[in-house]
Nanobody, 128 residues
Framework: QVQLVESGGGSVQAGGSLKLSCRAS????????MGWFRQGPGKQRERVAT????????NYADSAKGRFIMSVSDDWNTAYLQMNSLQPEDTDMYYC?????????????????????WGQGTQVTVST
């Protein structure tokens, strides 16, 4: 049973930073997709950053480039999202997602909620 547990959300002022963590259980090793997505009330789900955990480099949404950094632990089972220079428009529920042993790294660019595994989300609120 694959489970994803996010942590690290909270409330910060504009310009502040937060670091989200996503601990995955139920699969081990490299060669999976892991990603961060966000969605707020009445808004469409947005990809923030994704990665193929076997020698992959993160792919970032334009809104995240230069401000957010995605990384994965050495055992490939924890994903992090360091968020800097946060702005009110970053206020959302942030979700961790993973695809176990995808057919190839090409699948790790973006995926929908009907694919893979999803965590319960962690709320990020940025105030002015």
């Amino acid at each position: 049973q694959v489970q994803l547990v996010e942590s690290g959300g909270g409330s910060v002022q504009a310009g502040g930073s937060l670091k989200l963590s996503c601990r995955a259980s139920g699969f081990t090793g490299a060669g999976n997709c892991m990603g961060w997505f966000r969605q707020g009330p009445g808004k469409q789900r947005e990809r923030v950053a994704t990665i193929y955990t076997y020698k992959g480099t993160p792919n970032y949404a334009d809104s995240a480039k230069g401000r957010f950094i995605m990384s994965v632990s050495d055992d490939w089972n924890t994903a992090y999202l360091q968020m800097n220079s946060l702005q009110p428009e970053d206020t959302d529920m942030y979700y961790c997602s993973a695809i176990k042993t995808p057919p190839g790294p090409w699948m790790c660019g973006d995926w929908g909620t009907s694919v893979g595994y999803w965590g319960q989300g962690t709320q990020v609120t940025v105030s002015t």
